[in-house]
């Protein structure tokens, strides 16, 4: 039997990114998000975790949005802001020492909230890039804590058996972005039998309903709003909810 993790990254990025994961949660097969402690949406998230006991909150660091909690970590920054990096730009080079501390000042923010993180991962993939590995497994080490399976040193850290990148397409309505080569319905099937088969899964997703703070500060908007949808309505939600071989889950589970 396969524990499935369906985690909606961006938690706290805005009132409109909330909104989308508590309703996938309550409504859907969502199970799990990660938490950007640096955004403006962070108090209202924190809200609506203490409304949603069950809802599996991890830590989703942050390098490449939003302000950095610290100030003395001039690596990290452009002006006042992080340096709005892309996951494509690498290789980059920051002081570990700055994004240890900043990191950890994310991770702190979240304990001191009142939430017990289930898990590591990162804004843009970040925590995969190089000498950024070490800061992660560092931390999680000290935290004793789960980090999404991504990158090359998985294996020093506790991690998932499976972890599927190309949900969001199941959100995109141009097929020219999607990043897989098969049809949407080839891929569900696929993605039910491994869920099925492997023993542990997380699956990343990215729900939200739209509002300015997303509309002016993100370039994945729409697929965001379909995502919701998908995983409240769709056949394959119901699929995954019938299925015995399935079981929903968190990285407490894990």
């Known amino acids: 039997m396969g524990k499935v993790i ?12 909330n909104y989308g994961i508590a309703d996938a949660y309550q409504r859907g097969i969502l199970t799990s998000t990660t938490l ?30 939003g302000k950095p909690l610290l100030k003395n970590v001039d690596s990290l920054m452009a002006g006042d802001s992080f340096k709005h990096l892309s996951f494509y730009t690498q290789p980059f080079e920051v002081d570990s020492d700055q994004l240890y501390q900043e990191w950890n000042a994310q991770i702190q923010e979240v304990y001191r909230a009142g939430i ?12 995969t890039f190089g000498m950024n590995q070490e800061v992660v497994i560092a931390l999680a080490k000290k935290y ?34 999607r990043q897989i080569d098969c049809s949407i319905e080839e891929y569900l099937e696929n993605l039910l039998s491994v869920l099925r088969e492997k023993k542990s899964i ?3 997703c990215h729900t939200a309903y739209l509002d300015q703070e997303l509309l002016n500060g993100s370039s994945f908007v729409y697929p965001r709003i379909n995502q ?5 309505h769709s056949e394959f939600a119901q699929q995954v909810k019938r299925d015995c071989l399935i079981e929903l889950a968190t990285y407490k589970d894990i």
């Open 202 to 204: 997380e699956i990343m």
């Open 144 to 177: 004793d804590l789960p980090v999404r399976g991504n990158f090359e040193r998985k294996n020093e850290v506790r991690h998932v058996d499976h972890f599927e990148p190309y949900f969001d397409d199941v959100g995109e309505t141009i097929i020219e972005k």
């Open 6 to 17: 369906f985690n909606s990254d961006d938690f706290g990025y805005s009132y409109g990114v």
């Open 36 to 65: 950007m402690a640096n955004m403006p949406g962070f108090d209202h998230a924190v809200k609506l975790k203490r409304e949603l006991p069950d809802l599996g909150v991890g830590v989703h660091l942050t390098l490449t949005c």
């Open 116 to 127: 017990i993180p289930t898990h590591l991962d990162s804004h843009h993939h970040t925590h």
């Open 228 to 232: 919701v949808e998908f995983l409240i």
